[in-house]
């Protein structure tokens, strides 16, 4: 099973790009989904997900204000809205999907089951 991640490029600072994410293989209604990325020589770090159950986000602290996790149920999709992007932003952004996990753990990689392929912000300062 694969998700579909896409939308990234190169922006400047301050810009704003929104990444995709959706999957024909399952419904995303009953999954929470989430976004992560890694930068360079670095560990893969949550970002921001959604349990498209009941609607409940969470976002690291280091985006919240700047970036919207949002849904589209009829688009089967799953959008991460990115404003004001600084240069340590730039990474290989990947969406996730789980059925279920425990809100304490939404934030690390093993906690979900179904991932795509990952993809490029580039914010350049």
């Known amino acids: 099973v694969q998700l579909q991640a896409s939308g990234g490029g190169l922006v400047q600072a301050g810009g704003s790009l929104r990444l995709s994410c959706t999957t024909s293989?399952?419904?995303?209604?009953?999954?929470?989904v989430g976004w992560f990325r890694q930068a360079p020589g670095k560990e893969r770090e949550g970002v921001s997900y959604?349990?498209?159950?009941?609607?409940?986000?969470w976002y690291v602290d280091s985006v919240k204000g700047r970036f919207t996790i949002s849904k589209d149920s009829t688009r089967n999709t799953v959008y991460l809205r990115m404003n004001s992007l600084k240069p340590e932003d730039t990474a290989v952004y990947y969406c996730?999907?789980?059925?279920?996990?425990?809100?304490?753990?939404?934030?690390?990689?093993?906690?979900?089951?179904?991932w795509g392929q990952g993809t490029l912000v580039t914010v350049s300062s």
């Open positions: 996730a999907a789980a059925p279920r996990l425990i809100y304490s753990m939404a934030g690390i990689p093993s906690s979900y089951d179904y």
């Open positions: 959604i349990d498209n159950r009941d609607g409940a986000t």
């Open positions: 293989a399952f419904t995303f209604n009953d999954y929470v």
